[in-house]
């Protein structure tokens, strides 16, 4: 019983700090938080199979209001869009491209087909996708 509260307690210890952490990351946080952040982008080009779906919404979250950033990976994630897309995505085009293609609700396939050519759709279309998708759900 005992051990069981210990790892329940450390489990939610950890989790806080990975909440503080990202919360932290996302509004700036301090010199060392970004640094930290500058350390994990070098690591994440050396090695992009690591990528997971906070270092895609922490990177987001530098161009997009944080609760967008998280939308949109949380749209991605039940998608089951790869991480490693959505990344690539970034750095070949930008963030804002990124989200108004998940929002305008680009396929995982059609993301990749984008990645793999080197070519972005075009922005004005998917700005009109994301707003009708946008209205319809509401």
């Known amino acids: 019983m005992l051990a069981a509260l210990v790892i329940v307690s ?14 932290a990351a996302v509004t700036g946080g301090t010199p060392a938080r970004q640094r930290g952040l500058d350390r994990r982008r070098e690591e994440l080009r050396a090695h992009p199979g690591q990528v997971n779906s906070l ?13 967008r950033a ?3 990976c ?9 991480a490693l897309v959505l ?5 070949l085009f930008d963030g804002e491209l990124l989200a108004l293609a998940v929002e305008a609700g680009l396929t995982g396939e059609e993301l990749l ?12 279309s998917l700005e009109i996708f994301a707003a009708f998708r946008c209205a319809v759900a509401s």
């Open 113 to 124: 087909h984008h990645v793999a050519t080197g070519t972005a759709p075009d922005r004005r």
């Open 87 to 91: 990344w690539t995505w970034i750095e």
């Open 10 to 23: 450390a489990a939610a210890i950890a989790a806080s700090c990975v909440v503080c952490w990202a919360a």
């Open 74 to 82: 949380r749209e991605a994630r039940e998608r089951r869009i790869p």
């Open 55 to 67: 270092d895609v919404e922490l990177r987001l979250a530098e161009s997009l209001p944080g609760s």
């Open 70 to 72: 998280a939308d949109v």
